[in-house]
T-cell receptor, first 114, second 115 residues
């Protein structure tokens, strides 16, 4: 079945460092791809999404490009802040499926130090 | 405009008991999905409700059941609780119209501890 694999954490960075969190997927169809963020004690928030190959999703300085040839959707940010500390989840949703259910990776904890 | 709300926030039960969790969707949304998030893991899809019917189900036993009411709110019931059912239970709402790309809005979750 469909699945998402993302790099294990924790990822510890200093403020203003460059961030990359790797995400690859396996899907029988042509999925939509998402990054969600979970701050401590809170639910999930959609960070960005891409629905077709070569689409770039972006929000709050974060970017990810849908790469069909490498089945990847890596999250990047040029300069992280302490407030970016959270758990980041890569996810996919089947196109043409019965529902918009999400399949998540295991999450990557990001800790940004001042 | 209230987002997705869930109750209770925390719950402690013992093995073998039954539990009911509640969810109110974001205003205007008609579809509710439930996810289980074990500690250190990503959320796992339990099921989705639309028009008071279970639309799709993940790989969870029949001990997990749900309901959707005419006002679109939803309940998740878990019978015969096991220690492994301890997790954060997330509710997400979305609009059915527009196909499978509709964003799901998540609630803050209910933390269930089974002793």
């Amino acid at each position: 079945g469909d699945s998402v694999t993302q790099m294990e954490g924790p990822v510890t960075l200093s403020e203003e460092a460059f961030l990359t969190i790797n995400c690859t997927y396996t899907a029988t169809g042509y999925p939509s791809l998402f990054w969600y963020v979970q701050y401590p004690g809170e639910g999930l928030q959609l960070l960005l999404k891409a629905t077709k190959a070569d689409d770039k999703g972006s929000n709050k300085g974060f970017e990810a490009t849908y790469r069909k040839e490498t089945t990847s959707f890596h999250l990047e940010k040029g300069s992280v802040q302490v407030s970016d500390s959270a758990v980041y989840f890569c996810a996919l949703s089947e196109r043409g499926g019965a529902t918009n259910k999400l399949i998540f990776g295991t999450g990557t904890l990001l800790a940004v130090q001042p | 405009d209230a987002g997705v709300t869930q109750s209770p926030t925390h719950l402690i039960k013992t093995r073998g008991q039954q539990v009911t969790l509640r969810c109110s969707p974001k205003s205007g949304h008609d579809t509710v999905s439930w996810y289980q998030q074990a500690l250190g893991q990503g959320p796992q899809f339990i099921f989705q409700y639309y028009e008071e019917e279970e639309r799709q189900r993940g790989n969870f036993p029949d001990r997990f059941s749900g309901h959707q009411f005419p006002n679109y709110s939803s309940e998740l019931n878990v019978n015969a609780l096991l220690l492994g059912d301890s997790a954060l239970y997330l509710c997400a709402s979305s609009l059915s119209v527009g196909g499978p790309y509709n964003e799901q809005f998540f609630g803050p979750g209910t933390r269930l501890t089974v002793l």
